[in-house]
Every structure is written in structure tokens, then in C-alpha cells.
């Protein structure tokens, strides 16, 4: 298979994001007249459309996918657990290195467009807030879970001086994925199913075809972007008051997202790795370099898995440790995607105009991290799972135009975090249990064949 063939689908997107810049320049400045809304909405049409799909598909490919890892890592005994540990210590500190860069920089205050500013009149308290990510993640009704999000309101008494702790306390529903109860529901079933161990199997294997399946359907769909971004991209730039600054600010984005990556790579990671296992992690790097070259080219965490286990085995991993991390942190893992998803986000909340309290921006980036769990690495479709996600905060899906802009630019990078982290996670859990009895190990042993067949 010639290169080309190989990276036709990243070649094809570089090409249409340069062709529909080029042709919302000259149709914003060569028509005699501006655009109208409605002209620009007949024009962004077919882009509306694949943004639909893409959210149709969204909740049973997070459903499916959560359920089926899930399923495979309450068999795990303590080398799951441990996985577990990692995996959740790597995106917390993804989230909050997401968080610094973007309050720091504020890539998304380079460039304001009035005209897109929305106005949020709700008066709230931070601890409102907190509780309403509890109540969210603990759903009282999994129907309403898909469909819409809980959300605290504060009613003003008759006496409009009186202190915002004494008014009424009320609350509606907004509509919107409420991601964090999904998830979080998915992650309870999972673990469910694989405690039933035998009985459970054929229901496991339902929702692993349905997550091939969903995964298929997902993978046509990428497929059609750059069709799709031949109308939403103009149309966004036909709504734009002056592109040059909106591209310098898409720039400065570009810039805080591989400051960030970058930033966890190389300096995070390292730094956890050296905490836990007092080596160097300079070692790590020398051998991984296939697996980081395999990711650069497929641009996929999942297509990976088989060069990574191989690297792990060069450095001596105990291949039933690495055979169940590598295929599980494929899957659970996406520090990479959790990080860009998050600073996207802020950044389009930044561009909106909006100001959020820094828990507000906490939230939303728990949100966008949750929203990544149990997603496969899907190439060039890191934008699919922040639609929901800027939806639930009162964002109009079209504005994910300008993060389809430039995924195609960090997607290789965001991939090669993600394999970075699995990694390391492999080779600590495999310190931590070296001098462990042989029991430890063969929690896993039965496990590890099937999820071995990835290979």
C-alpha cells in the first residue's frame, strides 16, 4: 500500500480545509453583497447534516464502548485496579494542566466577535454548581439522562437587595447529553456484567459488537469530512467580521494545544514515572520510538496497540501485564484527546464571550474528559465527542467548525500523547508488581488472551 493511499483520508482533509478557506475568502469578498443569514444557512446545509449524524452516533458509540471496557476491567483483580489509578491520576492532571494553559494564555480573548456573544443572565453559587455535577453524574431517569442535564436556578425574593444565599432554590432542565450520568451509568453496567463472569459473557459480547458496529458506522462517517467541511467552513468565514484575526486566533489555539501536549509528554508523565518507580524515564523514550512513529502514521491509539505491546517487550514488561493495559488504555485511556477536547472547549467559550468561574471551567472540563472515556482513537475525529459536549453548555454545534479546522494539525500529536501515557502506565504498574507473588499476575491470565487476539 503506496503512502499516499495509506494517509488518503488525512491528505484529503488538508486539502479541503485549504480549498473552503479559499472559497469563504472569495465568496466574502467578491459578492457585491453581504450574506444574509438565511443564504448562509442554505449554503452550511450538507455540513448540518453530517453534524447531525455525527451526533446521532454519539451516544451508543460512548454507551457501547464504556460498557464493553468495563465489562473486561472488573475481571482485572489489582492490575486493573492499579491501571485504574493511573489512568485516572494522568487525566487529572490533563485537566488541570488544560485549565492553566487556557486561564493563562486565553487563546480564545485574541479574537472577539460581538455578534456571537451569547448572554447568560442565570445568577448561581459555586458550591450550585459542584452539586450539579453530583446530581448529574447519580441520574434519576437514564431516559431523561440522554436527552437533557440538570441545572440549580436561583428565583430573586421580593426584596432584590436581599443576599443571593436567601433565594429560592429552584431548578430546570437543559436540553443536551447529560454525558457525565451516561457515562457513569455505562461504567456501573459494565462493571455489572463482568462481576456475573460466565453468565454475563453473551451480554458483554452484545455490546462489543455493537461497539464494532457503532465504530463502523462512526468511521464512514469520518469518511465524508472533507465533503462536509467544503460548506461548513465557508459558512463560518461568511459570518466572520475579520478573517485575519479569527485565523491568528486559531493559531494561537493551535499553539496552547501543543504547549499542552508537549507539556504532559514530556514533562508530566516523566515526572510521575521517576515519582513512582525512582528511575529514569529517559530509557522509555529510547524504545518506544516505533510505536511513537506507528502512531504518527496511523494516527490511531487502537492501531497502535500491536507496535506498543512490542516496544513494552523490549523493555521488558511482563507481557501478561502489558497484553492487558495496552488494549484496556487504547480504550479508556485518551489524555491526549481529553486535553485538546478540554482547551477547545474553553477556547470556545472564551470566543463566545462567555465568563465562566473557574469551577464552572472545572466542570466543563470534567465533562469533556468524560465524554473521551470509552471512545476509540478515532482518526481525525477528535471534534465528534465535543459536540455533545458543547451542547450541553448552551454552544451551537456549528462553532466545532473551528476546532475541525485545525484537528487535522494536532491529530497525529494528540495520538502520540495517548500512546505516551499508555506506555508509562505499563511499565509502572509493571514495577509495582514485580516483587509481588505470581497470584497477581494470573488474576489476569485469563483475560489477557482474549484481549491479546488484538494484537
Same mark, same amino acid.
Given at each position: 500500500m503506496s503512502e499516499c493511499t495509506k494517509h488518503r483520508d488525512t491528505i484529503l482533509t488538508l486539502t479541503s480545509i485549504i480549498v473552503a478557506i479559499v472559497i469563504g475568502i472569495m465568496l466574502k469578498n467578491l459578492t457585491p453583497q453581504p450574506w444574509f443569514d438565511r443564504a448562509i444557512m442554505y449554503y452550511q446545509f450538507p455540513g448540518e447534516i453530517f453534524l447531525r449524524i455525527i451526533n446521532c452516533l454519539i451516544l451508543p458509540l460512548i454507551v457501547s464502548s464504556i460498557i464493553s471496557a468495563s465489562c473486561d476491567l472488573s475481571k482485572s483483580g489489582s492490575i486493573g485496579l492499579k491501571a485504574l489509578y493511573y489512568y485516572s491520576t494522568t487525566t487529572i492532571l490533563g485537566i488541570i494542566l488544560a485549565v492553566v494553559l487556557t486561564e493563562t494564555i486565553r487563546p480564545g480573548e485574541f479574537y472577539s466577535n460581538s455578534d456571537s456573544t451569547l448572554i447568560l443572565n442565570r445568577k448561581f453559587l459555586t458550591v450550585d454548581t459542584f452539586l450539579d455535577i453530583l446530581r448529574n453524574l447519580f441520574s434519576d431517569n437514564i431516559v431523561k439522562t440522554c436527552l437533557s442535564q440538570y441545572q440549580t436556578i436561583l428565583l430573586p425574593s421580593e426584596n432584590i437587595t436581599e443576599d443571593i444565599h436567601y433565594w429560592k432554590i429552584s431548578h430546570q432542565y437543559n436540553d443536551g447529553v447529560n454525558v457525565l450520568g451516561l457515562v457513569g451509568f455505562s461504567l456501573i453496567v459494565g462493571i455489572a456484567i463482568g462481576c456475573l463472569n460466565d453468565d454475563g459473557k453473551y451480554l458483554a459480547d452484545c455490546f462489543k459488537a455493537l461497539s464494532q458496529a457503532t465504530m463502523m458506522m462512526m468511521n464512514g462517517v469520518i469518511r465524508i469530512v472533507p465533503l462536509s467541511i467544503l460548506f461548513l467552513i465557508p459558512g463560518k468565514l461568511l459570518q466572520t467580521e475579520n478573517i485575519q484575526t479569527m485565523l491568528s486566533n486559531l493559531g *494561537? #489555539?493551535?499553539?496552547?494545544?501543543?504547549?499542552g501536549l508537549l507539556t504532559h509528554s514530556f514533562i508530566v508523565l516523566p515526572l510521575l514515572y521517576f515519582i513512582c518507580t525512582r528511575k529514569s524515564p529517559l530509557n522509555i523514550f529510547s524504545k518506544i520510538g516505533p510505536a511513537i512513529i506507528t502512531a504518527i502514521g496511523t494516527s490511531s491509539s487502537t492501531a497502535t496497540v500491536p507496535m506498543t505491546i512490542k516496544c513494552l517487550d523490549d523493555?521488558?514488561?511482563?507481557p501478561r501485564v502489558s497484553r492487558f493495559t495496552v488494549p484496556i488504555g487504547a480504550t479508556i485511556n485518551m489524555d491526549g484527546v481529553?486535553?485538546?477536547?478540554t482547551?477547545?472547549?474553553?477556547?470556545?467559550v472564551q470566543q463566545r464571550g462567555l465568563h465562566f468561574s473557574l469551577l464552572q471551567v472545572i466542570a466543563l472540563a470534567?465533562?469533556?474528559?468524560?465524554?473521551c472515556i470509552g471512545a476509540a482513537g478515532l482518526p481525525n475525529?477528535?471534534?465528534? *465527542? #465535543?459536540?455533545?459536549?458543547?451542547?450541553s453548555i448552551g454552544i451551537p454545534a456549528e462553532d466545532v467548525t473551528f476546532i475541525i479546522i485545525i484537528d487535522c494539525f494536532v491529530d497525529r500529536l494528540r495520538t502520540t500523547v495517548n500512546i505516551v501515557t499508555d506506555t508509562f502506565g505499563a511499565t509502572i504498574i509493571n514495577h509495582l508488581i514485580e516483587n509481588k507473588p505470581d497470584i497477581e499476575l494470573n488474576e489476569v491470565e485469563v483475560n489477557t488472551k482474549m484481549l491479546a487476539e488484538q494484537d
Open positions: *494561537m #489555539l493551535v499553539i496552547t494545544v501543543i504547549v523493555i521488558g514488561v511482563n481529553a486535553l485538546y477536547e482547551i477547545g472547549a474553553i477556547f470556545l470534567i465533562t469533556c474528559t468524560v465524554s475525529g477528535g471534534y465528534a *465527542m #465535543l459536540i455533545v459536549v458543547l451542547e
